[in-house]
Structures are given as structure tokens and as C-alpha cells.
């Protein structure tokens, strides 16, 4: 089975992010990290792979600096990468990416791609729809658990607020997993050197077919204002039906 | 993460792995082990697997092999976890090990590099006797040679690793007087004639297991011998050299915990009605610690270089010691301080620091003994 992964370098989440004044985009550092979310659909990627005999290549777009984030997915084991890094490409829309994403992922070649349910630093959870629908496959989405049939077709265990559904899609197909679906292995020692010989393709916009419109721009951005104080409630042995209108009121229940 | 000039991508991928280690297995359980006196030995088996155990030995003995920037890495990240004895015997074999990698014959490095590369056996030092741990070489554990034996008798103490090692090497006396009559033999934990105490009861590391070693009539097979005969103390003396490195690093690393413990603190804490940090008192002691803290590591960093490339550093290390030990004992003192009575309390990671920095000024050779091997080579 040829499994495609979509991870995304993110600039180090322990590290304050800096914003360009005038784009008002986040500075990419030189040194930026695999997203955690995606560490998971590296873990079943690999899984599958292993129980299939496949393989997994890496998709991403983003600077590739260092390419420290990409080598964290590749010593845990992944084959191979394929990089979008296109300064046309900066300030890109999720669908953008969606087109570039499934525009590298057509050019290698799939049966399945998994991808996480939302990144750390953008979080629009829309990017592997598109991708998906730009492929032209179906989407199994919030996956907590990922397993083959027996017919070779994906099934998955659908988080729900309930429990959880169980779905199942012939491939080719895309799966987004929820965080902690497996235990992501670590990148070890002998993994981060192996890695090192492993192929890394670099692409521009024009390999995969896009060509990038920038359709978004940023006018202003202003600090989060700091949080008010909070309303004391007094509890007279009544308290609690106060609490239970001011609930109400902010409809949270 | 920075300081370029030392560390390179590699370092900081292998950095990026420990440290997502330490926070998903070490961290969440170390108030627990801590408060046990222990830590599960599985861990040893762990830390090979991801290959930070043993990091800087040879592929061939199941090592990870790398400079030693990549074993700065792993002592630092070990010591983030805020247990400075869950990092002493986990470290233990890369004082019990180098004399044997060095001087062994590949016989010997088959037989005691392997098993402990891999986290099966643990492997510990054992210099330090009851009578005295400054003055190696009046050292007066015998070994006696009968046939392909030695027998040894005397008695070993203070050993890291000392309750739970399967392999120790050990410091004794097989010719005359003085620091020419020492050599280095592996003894096996089920060697008949030896034993050994219960964990000894101490200020701080309390994950460690230290304990007293007895060699009672044990015979030990010619075989363990690691080196010419009567040649251990300059295997002893060199092994020093990386030992005062990793302290150095220790000490480094409890002292920016303590600092980082401090900053935090200052913002959240009021007294008076303002935060602790709008004090000016307190915001100079925190420049203190925090100029401390980067000259140290820098200083010790740049020694770690110079021994890299191979270069003598005796002088160099011995100062890095001395000068980062007493760093930490600031720096970790002035962190229980900040802390006033929550400083002193169990719960807070200061108090653990305050306790566990101790030692660092004494294993390995005390500052005393620096300051003598400085005054030695600059006199
Ligand atoms: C030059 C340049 C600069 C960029 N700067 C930024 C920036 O400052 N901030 C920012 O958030 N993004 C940046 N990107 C990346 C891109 O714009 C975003 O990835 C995109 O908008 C997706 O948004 P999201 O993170 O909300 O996706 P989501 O829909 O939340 O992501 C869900 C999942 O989709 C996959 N995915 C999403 N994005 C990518 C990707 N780029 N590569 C591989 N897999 C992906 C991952 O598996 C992820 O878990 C940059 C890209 C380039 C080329
Ligand atoms: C938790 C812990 C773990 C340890 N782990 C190990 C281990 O794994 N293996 C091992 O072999 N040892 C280990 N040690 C022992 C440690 O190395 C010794 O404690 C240390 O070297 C000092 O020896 P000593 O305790 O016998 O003190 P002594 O040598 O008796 O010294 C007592 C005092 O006299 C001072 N002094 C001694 N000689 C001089 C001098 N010439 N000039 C000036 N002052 C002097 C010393 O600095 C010290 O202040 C450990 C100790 C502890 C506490």
C-alpha cells in the first residue's frame, strides 16, 4: 500500500512566534519542528506499511528550512519526502495548500493518504477535505482508530460525541486521525542518522500544478485583550441557582 | 534552541527525541520515583532502545555513536528531568565503561559493553572506599593473585548503581603503595565473596541507589583485569576527566531548572501587594543567578570543545567544576530563597534542586581536590 502523509513543519510551539510588521505573517524560522498531530498519522502510516509491505512518503509545504521537522518524520521511519517550498506560496489560503498538497500527492502516486484533524499554528481543520475532494477520493474523517478489512478496504472508528461510528471506503481514500489514535513512536538515534540518506524532493509551485493566488491579506492584527475579572458570586445558600442563570444567559447549558 | 557554534541539526534532533522522552515517560512519573528512592530498571531498556543510554559508544557494542556534544545532549536532557539521581544512575556506565572500552581487550569489551548498551545489565564505578575517596591512591581494597584468580578484599562505598549493578568496575590495590600499585578489575554482582549493603539513606538523588560494596575472599577471574597490571591509576584519572565534564553539565542544567522555577514564580507571586518580580532586591538576585548560569554553560561548553578536539583540559575541566558547582550552589540556594517557605516544601521542583545540587561539589572529585590539581598545573 502507497501511503501518502501530509505533515506540516510548524515553528517550535515552546518558542514565542514572532509576526513580519508589515505582511503581518508568522516568521518561519530556519529551525522549525514536526507538528505533534501529525506525529500521529506518521505512527499509523507506518503501521499500515508494515503490515502491507508499503511504503510512506511524506507530503509538506511549507519553507523547508532546516528540514528538521521533516528529518523528526523520517527517523521514525517514513521513505521518502516530497517538499512544496515556493515563496509564492507564503500567506496561502487553505485551499491553496489543499491544491499543492494534492498536487504532490497526484505526482507520487496513492492508494491512502492520511493527514491530522487540525493543525497547531493554523487550525482551520479544512486543509484534507480539499484535499480529498481535489483528489477526487472519499474522506474518513476523526478517525481514533485506523485498520484494514479484510477486502483490503479502510476501515476506521469515527470519534463522535457519542462513541464512536465505525466507517469503512475501498481505497484510494483519505483519513484524517485524532491526536492519541496510536503512540507515535520516537525518531531514535539509529532512525534520525538513517534519515539522513533518505530522499527529500524539493518542488516549486510549477511541479505540482499550481499556480499560487494570493486571495487573503492581513490588515491589521491587535494582542488578545487581557482577560476581565471574573464576576464573584456570593453564595447566600442560594448560589448555585445564580450560577445556573448566568449559565444559562452565556448559553453554555 | 541555539549555541550553534556547539550544536549541530543532529544534536538537535537527538535533543528534540530526549526530550519528548523525558516529558512522555520520566516526568509524569518522577515525584512518584522520587518519593520511592527508585526508578523501574526498564528504563535503562527504554533509553537504549531510543538510543539515548548509550550514546557516544561504538555501533558494534550496540552504542549509538556520536561526539561528545551528543553525549552533552543526553546528560542535559536527562538532568531537565529534575532528578538529579534518576540521571546519576542512568548515567552510571559512562563512568563504569570508558576504562573498559579504552584499555579491554575486545575479548573483555564483548563480555561488559553490550548487555549494558542495551540496558540489560547495569553497569557502576567503584573508587570510593570508606577510609577515603579524595586520595585515590591510598586506596586499600587488595587483590591478591592466586592462579587465574584474584582475591579480593575490602570494602567499596558511596557507589552509584551500588544496589542494583550486575557489573562494577572497581579501583583496588594489586601491587605496593601509592597510586603505581592500582588496577581496574570488572566484578560481577554474583561473584562468590561479594556483597553488598541496602540503599544508603542520603541529603538528595534519592532515585539513585547508592550503597556499600564488600569484597569478602571474592574471587575474581584473572580474566577482569582491564589493562596492565598496576596501570589503573592513569585509566582512573583519565576517566576523571569526563565525569567532571558531566557534572560541570549537571550542575548547568540544575541551576537553569532553578532559574527557570524562579522566573516563573516572581510573576505569579504577590507580597505587598505587587508581584515578587517588581522588587528590585529580588529582580538583581535574578540577574545573579541568570549571568551565573550563562557564563557557566558557555564556559563549559567551550572546555567540552577543546576535549573533542582532543586537546588536555585538565586544568580547563577542573575549573569548569569548581566554578559551575558553586554556580549551582548559588543559584539553587537563591531559588529556595524566591521561594521563601513553599521553597522548603516537598511539592516544589526547587526544593529537590536545592537538595540534589549538593553533592555535585563532592562526587567526582571535591572542590577541594580541584582546586589542588589546578594550583598543581598553574603554580
Ligand atoms: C512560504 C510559506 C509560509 C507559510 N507560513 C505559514 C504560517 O505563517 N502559518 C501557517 O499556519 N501556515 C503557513 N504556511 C502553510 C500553509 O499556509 C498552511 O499550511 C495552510 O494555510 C493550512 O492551514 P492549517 O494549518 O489551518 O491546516 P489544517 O486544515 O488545520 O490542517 C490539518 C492537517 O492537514 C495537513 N496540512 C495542513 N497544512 C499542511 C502543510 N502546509 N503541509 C503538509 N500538510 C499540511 C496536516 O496533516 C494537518 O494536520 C506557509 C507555507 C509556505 C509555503
Ligand atoms: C551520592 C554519592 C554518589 C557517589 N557515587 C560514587 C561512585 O559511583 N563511585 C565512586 O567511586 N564514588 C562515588 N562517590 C564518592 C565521592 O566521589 C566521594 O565522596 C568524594 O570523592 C570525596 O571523598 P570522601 O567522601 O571520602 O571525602 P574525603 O576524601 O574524606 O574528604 C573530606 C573533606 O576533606 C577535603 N580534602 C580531602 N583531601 C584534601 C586535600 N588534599 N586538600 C584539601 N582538602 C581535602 C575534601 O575536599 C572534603 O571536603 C559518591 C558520593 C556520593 C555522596
Not at chain 2, 334 to 345: K, L, N
Amino acid at each position: 500500500m502507497r501511503i501518502a502523509v501530509c505533515v506540516k513543519q510548524i515553528p517550535d510551539p515552546a518558542t514565542p512566534y514572532e509576526l513580519d510588521p508589515d505582511s503581518h505573517y508568522v516568521v518561519r524560522p530556519n529551525d522549525q519542528v514536526l507538528d505533534d498531530t501529525d506525529r500521529y498519522g506518521v505512527e499509523v502510516a507506518l503501521q499500515l506499511a508494515e503490515a502491507t509491505e508499503g511504503s510512506v512518503t511524506l507530503v509538506s509545504m511549507s519553507p523547508s528550512g532546516n528540514l528538521q521537522g521533516i528529518r523528526q518524520a523520517l527517523a521514525m521511519g517514513a521513505d521518502k519526502a516530497v517538499i512544496v517550498d515556493d515563496e509564492s506560496l507564503r500567506g496561502s489560503d487553505s485551499l491553496t495548500t489543499a491544491k499543492v498538497l494534492a498536487g504532490a500527492i497526484q505526482r507520487e502516486g496513492f492508494d491512502l493518504v492520511i493527514a491530522g484533524t487540525e493543525s497547531t499554528d493554523g487550525y482551520t481543520g479544512v486543509v484534507p477535505q480539499q484535499v480529498a475532494e481535489l483528489l477526487d477520493v472519499p474522506s474518513l474523517s476523526f478517525a481514533k482508530k485506523v485498520e484494514l478489512a479484510e477486502d483490503g478496504a479502510v476501515r476506521i472508528e469515527r470519534q463522535t460525541a457519542a462513541g464512536y461510528d465505525v466507517v469503512q471506503s475501498a481505497v484510494p481514500v483519505l483519513v484524517t486521525v485524532t491526536s492519541g489514535v496510536v503512540e507515535p513512536r520516537y525518531p531514535t538515534f539509529k532512525g534520525i542518522m538513517q534519515a539522513k540518506s533518505k530522499p527529500v524532493d524539493t518542488l516549486g509551485c510549477g511541479d505540482v500544478g499550481v499556480s499560487p493566488t494570493t486571495t487573503q491579506t492581513i490588515q491589521a492584527v491587535e494582542p488578545v485583550p487581557a482577560r476581565e475579572a471574573g464576576e464573584i458570586v456570593e453564595d447566600d445558600g442560594e448560589g448555585y441557582a445564580k450560577i445556573v442563570a448566568m449559565l444559562e444567559q452565556v448559553k453554555v447549558i | 534552541m541555539g549555541f550553534d557554534r556547539y550544536f549541530t541539526d543532529d544534536h538537535e534532533l537527538i535533543r528534540r527525541t530526549a526530550r519528548q522522552w523525558v516529558a512522555a515517560e520520566i516526568l509524569p512519573n518522577v515525584d512518584e520515583w522520587e518519593e520511592a528512592g527508585t526508578f523501574p530498571r526498564d528504563l535503562y531498556r527504554r533509553a537504549a532502545e531510543i538510543g539515548i543510554l548509550g550514546v557516544g559508544y561504538p555501533a558494534e557494542y550496540g552504542g549509538s555513536p556520536g561526539d561528545l556534544f551528543m553525549q552533552v545532549v543526553a546528560w542535559e536532557e536527562i538532568a531537565r528531568s529534575g532528578s538529579g539521581g534518576l540521571g546519576a544512575s542512568l548515567g552510571s556506565l559512562h563512568i563504569a565503561l570508558p576504562p573498559i572500552l579504552k584499555f579491554g581487550t575486545d575479548e573483555q569489551k564483548e563480555r561488559f559493553l553490550p548487555s549494558v548498551l542495551s540496558g540489560e545489565r547495569i553497569a557502576a564505578l567503584a573508587v570510593t572506599e570508606p577510609g577515603g575517596g579524595s586520595d585515590v591512591a591510598g586506596l586499600s581494597t587488595t587483590a591478591v593473585r592466586y592462579g587465574d584468580e584474584y582475591l579480593v578484599n575490602g570494602a567499596k562505598t558511596f557507589i552509584t548503581s551500588g544496589c542494583r549493578a550486575d557489573q562494577y568496575t572497581v579501583a583496588v590495590r594489586t601491587g605496593g603503595e601509592g597510586h603505581s600499585g592500582i588496577s581496574l578489575l570488572v566484578i560481577e554482582a554474583e561473584t562468590p565473596g561479594f556483597s553488598r549493603s541496602e540503599p544508603l539513606k542520603k541529603m538528595g538523588w534519592w532515585a539513585s541507589d547508592t550503597a556499600e560494596l564488600f569484597f569478602d575472599d571474592c574471587r575474581v577471574p584473572r580474566a577482569n583485569l582491564i589493562g596492565p597490571e598496576n596501570m589503573g591509576f592513569i585509566a582512573i584519572m583519565e576517566n576523571f576527566q569526563k565525569e567532571r565534564l558531566q557534572m560541570s553539565i549537571v550542575a548547568n542544567i540544575t541551576a537553569e531548572l532553578a532559574l527557570q522555577a524562579c522566573l516563573a514564580y516572581v510573576t505569579e507571586r504577590e507580597a505587598f501587594g505587587r508581584p515578587l518580580a517588581g522588587f528590585q532586591v529580588l529582580r538583581h538576585k535574578l540577574v545573579d543567578m541568570a549571568t551565573k548560569v550563562e557564563v557557566s554553560r558557555e564556559y563549559t561548553y567551550r572546555v567540552a570543545a577543546r576535549m573533542a578536539e582532543g586537546e588536555d583540559q585538565v586544568t580547563e575541566v577542573s575549573m569548569a567544576k569548581i566554578f559551575s558547582t558553586e554556580a549551582s550552589d548559588f543559584v539553587t540556594h537563591e531559588a529556595v530563597q524566591i521561594f521563601g517557605g513553599y521553597g522548603y516544601m516537598r511539592e516544589y521542583l526547587v526544593e529537590r534542586l536545592y537538595r540534589d545540587n549538593r553533592i555535585l561539589s563532592i562526587g567526582g572529585g571535591t572542590t577541594e581536590i580541584m582546586k589542588e590539581i589546578v594550583a598543581k598545573r598553574i603554580l
